[in-house]
């Protein structure tokens, strides 16, 4: 049984490789519809089936795993950046106060009907805007392609007071819950996980963990 990641996001194959788990890409073919009304924890949830979804029917004998992350602010649900300035008034909206991260993760297996679903939340207080920090992390352009506008594991870290939660939460793929999800499904991940999240080898990790 092969383990896939279905994802395009660098981030969640450089995390899911710390599992030192040997495993195959496939970007899933999908397109994020928003429901209206929908909780922001039962949003993140559906996409991550989706994505999984979308490659299992392909490969209904491999296990395949899906993520979402997205923010919530005020009860509302925030993805990722259209533009520049869509980045710039999300960055401010987040300033100076603390918002949830949320990373679901989907696993599913076709050929048995198999399929579970876990969402990691964080909290992540955001430094107060001083007139410049916003502009100065917009410059680095490291906001397209993240949820928030923001990267907890790049120069974002520059914006964060702290967070509470699992760090690799905020980045994009809970592993300590991956982890389980799999052993659960019968996948056999021999890392020690707790040892990882001692050495926590990834960048910013160690200065934001909890
Ligand atoms: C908050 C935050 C998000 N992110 C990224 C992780 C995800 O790649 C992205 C959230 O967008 P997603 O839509 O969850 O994922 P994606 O489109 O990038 O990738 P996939 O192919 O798996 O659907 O934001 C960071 O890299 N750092 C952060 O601090």
């Known amino acids: 049984m092969q383990l896939i990641l279905a994802s395009t996001s660098p981030r969640r194959r450089e995390l899911l490789a710390l599992l030192g788990l040997s495993f195959e890409l496939c970007p899933p073919s999908f397109e994020e519809h928003p429901i ?3 909780a922001p924890v039962e949003q993140v949830s559906r996409f991550a089936m989706e994505k999984a979804h979308a490659v299992g029917a ?9 993520s979402d992350t997205v923010i ?3 009860g509302q649900c925030v993805g990722k950046p259209t533009d520049m300035d869509h980045a710039r008034a999300m960055l401010a ?4 106060r603390p918002h949830l991260v949320h990373t679901a993760v989907a696993l599913c297996r076709h050929a048995d009907g198999m399929e579970r679903v876990e969402v990691a939340s964080a909290t992540v207080v955001m430094k107060p805007d001083d007139g410049m920090r916003i502009e100065r992390y917009l410059a680095t352009r490291e906001s397209l392609g993240k949820a928030g506008a923001y ?8 914006l964060i007071e702290r967070i509470e939660g699992d760090f690799t939460a905020v980045v994009g793929l809970p592993l300590r819950m991956v982890a ?3 052993r659960s499904a019968g996948y056999d991940v021999p890392c020690d996980v707790e040892a990882l999240y001692r050495r926590r080898p990834y ?3 160690s200065r934001f963990s909890t």
Do not use: F, H, T, Y
């Open 72 to 74: 919530e602010i005020d």
């Open 180 to 182: 389980r999800l799999l």
């Open 58 to 66: 392909q490969r209904p004998e491999d296990l395949v795993l899906g």
């Open 93 to 96: 909206k987040l300033a100076g």
């Open 36 to 38: 209206a009304g929908l």
């Open 151 to 158: 990267s907890i594991q790049g120069w974002g870290g520059e």
């Open 203 to 205: 960048p910013n990790w």
